[in-house]
């Protein structure tokens, strides 16, 4: 239609298909985080794996070509791998302290953080199934390298992070994306302060929001105050 080959869209009017799994990768959960570390403690390749996924919420196919060639001045500066060739998306992200310590102790001798024991960059695909087998090791088969991207997402959502500072940490260029995540959470906030009108007889003055929104999983409720 664009350059006057056909006078309409025929895939217009097309529906989507019904997913089965609408949700799509599963999210880990800081149970399911520490269960890793446990059996991939820090100085490990897989600790470090982990903590580029988490700290970073790179893609796989970013986190394969991290490395200290990369770092100035406490920041990671990289050009995004996915949609490289229709549009340049050059990205700068702190590294935290968590990511920092991991990577002190996981030293590659290469200048790449995640090497194969050949001493070569990992593929996208060849990472993902050598961190897939990490997860099978500690019990966690319904884990994922992407999963991780997902978890940093929620926990920065439910610490009150908005749709733009989202896009600005996961690289996303719509704020569709992060509304997904930032709705999420603001539901269970909405949810809380609400929760008590459903009480009959309670007053709005009763009761204080108590619920933690750092962490994934993190449990809630609403508790009594004290009166003046």
């Not at 025929?10 to 019904?18: A, G, I, Q, T």
Request: hydrophobic share 35%.
């Amino acid at each position: 239609v664009e350059i006057g080959m056909a006078d309409a869209d025929p895939s217009r009017d097309v529906r989507y298909l019904r997913s089965n799994n609408p949700e799509g990768f599963h999210a880990w959960t800081v149970d399911e985080v520490q269960r890793f570390k446990a059996r991939h403690p820090i100085g490990t390749k897989a600790h470090t794996a982990l903590a580029l996924g988490l700290y970073t919420g790179v893609r796989r196919s970013d986190a394969v070509q991290l490395g200290r060639q990369m770092e100035r001045g406490g920041w990671l500066h990289f050009i995004e791998t996915k949609g490289r060739a229709r549009k340049r998306k050059e990205r700068e992200l702190p590294i935290l302290p968590e990511l920092r310590a991991a990577l002190d102790a996981s030293q590659s001798g290469h200048l790449n953080y995640l090497v194969t024991q050949f001493g070569k960059p990992f593929t996208p695909a060849g990472f993902g199934n050598w961190f897939r087998r990490r997860c099978n090791e500690a019990g966690l088969s319904h884990c994922s390298f992407h999963g991780l991207r997902k978890a940093g997402a929620t926990i920065a959502a439910n610490n009150g992070a908005t749709e733009w500072q989202l896009m600005a940490i996961f690289g996303w260029d719509s704020p569709k994306q992060a509304a997904l995540y930032t709705r999420q959470a603001n539901r269970r906030r909405l949810a809380n302060d609400a929760m008590h009108l459903m009480v009959e007889g309670q007053k709005q003055d009763e009761f204080v929001e108590t619920v933690p929104l750092s962490g994934v999983g993190a449990g809630g409720g609403t508790k009594k105050a004290e009166k003046a």
